[in-house]
């Protein structure tokens, strides 16, 4: 990690820092060390390539900061927790394939080749909504509440101009319950959150396809009563503690807020 003071570099390697590997075996074939793809204060995200052509994505949970590294117990949590709910989706078309863990923070994921919402520029093909809320409906199924897709950097438009959906950092499985009045509780307390999930895919459809947008659609951009206490509770502090850290707009999470480099993008993604 290097930090610019006072027109001094000084260079910081803390400990362990760059862990990440110049190749990888990845069910039987060799994959190497490409590119940085995102590099923030929580995680690195690494690209690796194979000779074949084909790239998988290692994303290294790490709290990249200093003394950061005393809280590799929470990144290797986290990582964990990550992993376990991808190993519950990694079958559903639209989900990339997941690969081995690395180490104790880290894990592959497949490439998508594309780019994601935050960067896209035109006109999205017009199933393209039918084909993410597709996605999100069986992530659902599994009992699984997504909660991060405000965030236009988790969905990326593919090559095939398909979606697909990436980050479960912060989703959240629920359990089933067996005892019938605590489990029809959850249930409940489940279906409302995840209208949380259904109004942001719709608020995305009417900024990038509202010419057809229905009005049943429409009506689900709104909050229910419920969403907007969850919201206020927790959606609002998420936002403003991010906000502190993060450069408004910026999808990109490097070091502009602490080098004051001009953040040129206009929404927070
Ligand atoms: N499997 C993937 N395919 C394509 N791009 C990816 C993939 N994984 C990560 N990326 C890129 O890296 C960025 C950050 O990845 P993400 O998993 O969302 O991490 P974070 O938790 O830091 O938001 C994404 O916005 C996307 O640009
Ligand atoms: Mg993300």
Redesign the pocket.
Known sequence: MVFYYKGLKIVIYLLGMRETPESITIGGEEFFYEKI??D?F??V?VLYKSEGGL???L?LSDFRFIFGVFLRPLAQFFSRREYRIYEKIKDIPGV?ALGPRFGKRGYF??????I?L??YKGVLPDDFFSNLKEIIDEVHRRRIFYL?LN?L??I?VGTDNKP?L??F?VSVYFKPVKWFFIGKVIDWIFNKLIREDIYHLYKHKKRFRSDLITPDELSLTKRTGFNKWYNLLFGQPYRKVKRLIYPSGS???IWYKWRKVKDKSKTM?
Do not use: A, C, M, W
């Not at 994921?109 to 594309?114: A, D, K, L, Q």
């Open positions: 793809l995102k923030d929580f995680s995200n790239r998988y994505v994303k990339p994921h497949f490439f998508i080749e594309g994601t935050h960067e991060d965030k950097g988790n990326i697909y990436i980050d950092q999808n990109e999470i993604p």
